[in-house]
């Protein structure tokens, strides 16, 4: 099945600073996701992002399938966007969402 | 809409008794999926349903789980006997078609421990 790997696995930050987290998959996609689990363990729809790029305040997506990764870009971070994002895909043949193994953000103070 | 529902958000259990976990998808949504998380394996698909069927089970761990869905509107998981590996968080998600194309949206999720 496809593969999806994200980066970094950890990534500490003072508030207020940015940060790209990246994903990469190793086949064609129809369907890209990003989630932040928040620290309750729920999981937030950020963006919905099969190619192109999308915003959301401060928070931005960026999908090249031709080259088969995506950027979450988070600017001006605060202590509520600690957390694991996720990003997931779903492959044209197995038409299920799979996910990678998460980036956990952790803004400090 | 209130999204996808699960219920009970907390289940703890002594080995050896049956859970059963419950879904209620968005509606209109034809497609549903319950997935595990833990800490070692990540979040892993266990079974997905178009239009109430089962379409692939493939990653269900073994026997002691099964999944229904009798209608478009509720599912079920149910692990009979329950063993302490068993433990991790569940959900549920749905989407409005399968593999087109479309957003997918997750409940919060039942924490069960199994003691």
């Known amino acids: 099945g496809i593969q999806v790997e994200q980066s970094p696995p950890d990534l500490i930050l003072q508030e207020g600073a940015n940060s790209t987290l990246r994903c990469n998959f190793s086949?064609?996609?129809?369907?890209l996701q990003w989630f932040h689990q928040n620290p309750w363990g729920q999981l937030i729809n950020l963006f919905y992002i099969p190619s192109g790029t999308k915003q959301n305040g401060r928070l931005s997506a960026t999908t090249v399938a031709t080259e088969r990764y995506s950027l979450l870009y988070i600017s001006s971070s605060q202590t509520t966007d600690s957390g694991v994002y996720f990003c997931a895909v779903f492959d044209f043949g197995n038409e299920k969402l799979t996910f990678g193994t998460g980036t956990r953000l952790t803004i400090i103070p | 809409d209130a999204g996808v529902i699960q219920s009970p958000r907390h289940e703890v259990t002594e080995m050896g008794q049956e859970v059963t976990l419950r879904c209620k998808p968005i509606s209109g949504h034809n497609s549903l999926f319950w997935y595990r998380q833990t800490m070692m394996r990540g979040l892993e698909l266990l079974i997905y349903f178009n239009n109430n069927v089962p379409i692939d089970d493939s990653g269900m761990p073994e026997d002691r789980f099964s999944a229904k869905m009798p209608n478009a509107s509720f599912s079920t998981l149910k692990i009979q006997p329950s063993e302490p590996r068993d433990s991790a968080v569940y959900f549920c998600a749905s989407n409005p078609r399968l593999g087109i194309s479309t957003e997918a949206f997750f409940g919060q999720g039942t924490r069960l421990t199994v003691v």
């Open positions: 086949d064609s996609v129809n369907n």
